[in-house]
Every structure is written in C-alpha cells, then in structure tokens.
C-alpha cells in the first residue's frame, strides 16, 4: 500500500462537476457536508419520509429523491447502507444515471460481492474514510482530516482515479493521508477487522471479562471500570504511541501482567476462529448471510442487540456513565 500526493490535476478533477450523495445518514452527512464546504456543488438524494431528510434541510441542502439526484450529478456517491443499496440501485439510480457519470462508494462490499454492477461505461471508485462520519465532519470543520482509503473498479474515462483523489480532498482527507487500495483489500480487512476485533472479538472481551469478575464476587460496577471503561485509556495510548509507547506509559506490573498472560487470551484457538472468520469474509459466507439476514428483516441481529441491551454488563454501565457525568443515579443493581 501507498500514501498519494495530490497534484493540482488531481485536485481539480471535480472542479465545475455536480456531486450526488445519495443516503444522508452516518457517512453521507459528513461527505455532503465537507465536499460543498471545499466549494463543490452537493445535491442530497434522500427519501422524503426519513428522519435524514429533516437532517439535510436544516444543514441547508434541498434534498431530492435518489433518482432526482443521480439524474443531476457527475459523481454519484452512493452513501446508503449496505443492505439498502441493491434495491434502491436497481429501481432508482441506476435507470436515472447520465451515460458518463462516474459511480462513487464509500465501502466495498457491494462491488465485492456483485450486489451492485454498474454499467461498464461508468468509472466506479471509492473513498474510505478510515473513521465514522461524525469524526470525518468534526475534524473537517477543526481544520483537520481522517484518513480515507481510495481504489478503483473501473476506469471507463481513464480519469477514475482523479476524480477519487479529488473527492478524498474534499472531505480533508489529504490533510491527514490518502493510502491506496482496491476494493476487495477494503471489504475484506474492513468486514474482518470489525467481526474479529472492533465490534466482535473486542466486545466479547470486554463482556467475558466483565462476568468473570461478577461471578467471582466482584462488585459489577467495579467489573466494569476494569473491563470496559478502561479499554479506551489503552486504545488511545496505541493509536498515539504504537504499543511499545503504551507498554512505556503503563506500570511495570501491568506490562509484565499483559506480555506474559495475554497470550494465554488469545490462544491458538482464538487465532483459528479468526482465520475462519476471514475465510467466511473471502468466500462470500458472511455476504450472503448478512444480505439472507436483511431480507428476513434482520429478525435475528434484532434478538441479540436486545438480548446485550438487558445484560448485566449494561446495567452497570448506565451507573458508572451516570457517576462520571453527574447524571441522575441510575437504579442500583441487585
């Protein structure tokens, strides 16, 4: 992988072009928002019975519908979730497109795994901000940026990668770095890192942690600060000083605890349940179970999220985050 200069033909690759973001929601907002404060014309593709639609009014767009939207635009950003975007590609973007208007994605799966297939005259390009899209929108305004992977699918024009270099400027990108890639790296290390690590294996974690102390007898909200709250402490000493700079910044006590007992953790077991999981990423397993998933009307994810809003782990957060506020003292645990 490598990190882009923008040059001035870059830069300029969508100067007097009409950009579609379709989908005002996490992402969506962020790039509408950064790419008409960089002085691009922004339209809003948004349903007219959504919340969203409320959210683009008051930041000043005039939102239209997706076909409204994608009929006007050189570059479509396609900023609907994963599971939406088949359906409102099919019925309302794809039969509004201009013959040369170049298809924009914000996240790979789609491509990767053929929800979506754009016509072979269309450049399909991507720009990934490597964070959520309020911290793309805060960072922008704070004259700052996030960084963004960018990668190509096609080059109908032969100006694909241009117009992606561009469009990773316009959100601030280029103040942070632009790191190329292609959109199978993206999907599949973006799907396992969240599955293995961010929103699965950490989560767990945390969670198992927790229950261990609480079943050994340990006040919950102690549990908690030891397993939960104290995880960002760490996180933010890696992402600022690698992890040699944390192990520096902890006690003694703790580095030698963490280099000797976390590989007992993460055994050689965990270690094999992550290569399956990225082979079920690779294979397309998970694509089609998430998409069989969202087609039932996601009956299933629905369950578990209620199932880890009634847990032990949350009632004692709800106490230590009301603590640390000053909020009203939630009702202690039994």
Not at 35 to 57: I, T, Y
Not at 272 to 283: C, F, G, P, T
Request: charged content about 25%.
């Amino acid at each position: 992988m490598k990190t882009i200069q923008p040059d001035d033909r870059a830069r300029a690759a969508l100067r007097g072009k009409t950009v579609a973001v379709i989908g005002y929601g996490n992402q969506g907002h962020a790039h509408a928002m950064n790419l008409r404060d960089s002085g691009h014309r922004v339209l809003v593709g948004q349903r007219f019975d959504s919340p969203r639609f409320d959210a683009a009014q008051r930041d000043g767009f005039e939102p239209a519908s997706a076909r409204d939207a994608a009929a006007a635009a050189d570059l479509v950003i396609l900023a609907l979730p994963d599971e939406s975007m088949p359906n409102a590609w099919s019925s309302e973007i794809a039969p509004a497109l201009r013959p040369a208007s170049a298809i924009g994605l914000i996240h790979g799966l789609n491509i990767r795994f053929g929800w979506i297939d754009p016509p072979p005259t269309h450049d399909v390009l991507m720009v990934a901000p490597k964070g959520p899209g309020r911290l793309v929108r805060s960072a922008f305004a704070d004259g700052r940026g996030i960084p963004a992977m960018i990668a190509v699918h096609r080059n109908a024009t032969g100006r694909a990668r241009d117009l992606a270099v561009a469009w990773a400027c316009g959100i601030g990108a280029d103040r942070a770095a632009i790191i190329e890639t292609t959109f199978a790296e993206e999907c599949e290390a973006d799907l396992f890192g969240e599955q293995a690590v961010l929103c699965g294996g950490v989560i767990e974690l945390m969670k198992a942690g927790f229950e261990t102390l609480v079943h050994a007898g340990y006040p919950p909200e102690l549990a908690y600060f030891e397993c939960v709250h104290e995880v960002r402490q760490i996180v933010d000493l890696v992402c600022d000083e690698g992890l040699a700079g944390m192990r520096r910044r902890i006690s003694n006590t703790a580095e030698y605890g963490g280099l000797t007992r976390g590989p007992r953790i993460v055994s050689a077991e965990v270690r094999a349940a992550m290569r399956a999981v990225l082979d079920e990423i690779r294979s397309g397993r998970f694509a089609a179970e998430w998409r069989a998933e969202a087609e039932r009307g996601m009956s299933t994810m629905a369950k578990l999220a209620e199932a880890e809003q009634a847990s032990a782990v949350e009632a004692a957060g709800g106490i230590v985050r009301g603590w640390i506020t000053g909020a009203p003292a939630a009702p202690q645990l039994k």
